[in-house]
């Protein structure tokens, strides 16, 4: 039971968005080029070029930290601006494509690069088919959603109380 929930949850934000039915399944292969430049950097490490292993394990943590946001990045206005900008498919693609250079000069990492070109083109196929990621929100130190700009927060959303009684959350974004 508890495998689906996790499952369920690496696709959160993707989860109740209408006019989302590939991005889900990409994002899956996003996670495991993640673990996979991880995982075969720390290999190549051992059996390649030590440069080629050390940045490909640096590569994982910011795909897996895009694939599977951190929704507490989301309190930092550079994270949020980032995690906003790559919900623009053909800009995650691109990303991806110029995280593939590095895994193929080693022979260990070079799964890490092709999983990272089919990741890519499954971002570009995403994007031909008009999807795009939700806009994340940011969150005040109260918890609650910030009001949007121009607008006043009533004095129960200055406590910490939204009038739908609904905060940013994982929940929110669709992770159950």
């Known amino acids: 039971m508890w495998k689906l929930k996790v499952l369920s949850t690496i696709g959160g934000p993707l989860a109740g968005v209408s006019g989302i039915k590939y991005a ?3 994002r899956y292969a996003g996670l495991a080029t993640g673990v996979a430049f991880l995982l075969l950097g720390i290999i190549g490490c051992i059996i390649g070029p030590l440069w080629v292993g050390l940045v490909s394990i640096v590569f994982g943590f910011p795909v897996i930290a895009l694939e599977l946001p951190f929704m507490w990045l989301a309190k930092f206005q550079v994270a949020l601006g980032v995690l ?3 919900n623009d498919y053909r800009w995650r693609a691109v990303a991806y494509v110029v995280l593939c250079i590095i895994p193929f000069f080693n022979s260990a990492t070079i799964l890490a690069g092709i999983m990272s070109v089919l990741t890519a083109a499954g971002w570009m196929f995403c994007w031909w088919k008009d999807e795009k990621g939700p806009e994340i929100k940011p969150e005040n130190d109260a918890g609650a959603a ?6 006043e927060m009533q004095p129960a959303q200055a ?9 940013f959350s994982l929940a929110s974004l669709g992770f159950v």
């Not at 406590?159 to 905060?167: D, H, L, Q």
């Open 24 to 26: 889900k399944y990409v």
């Open 84 to 86: 906003n900008f790559f």
């Open 146 to 151: 910030a009001a949007p700009a121009g607008q």
């Open 159 to 167: 406590a910490g109380e939204s009038n739908s009684k609904k905060k």
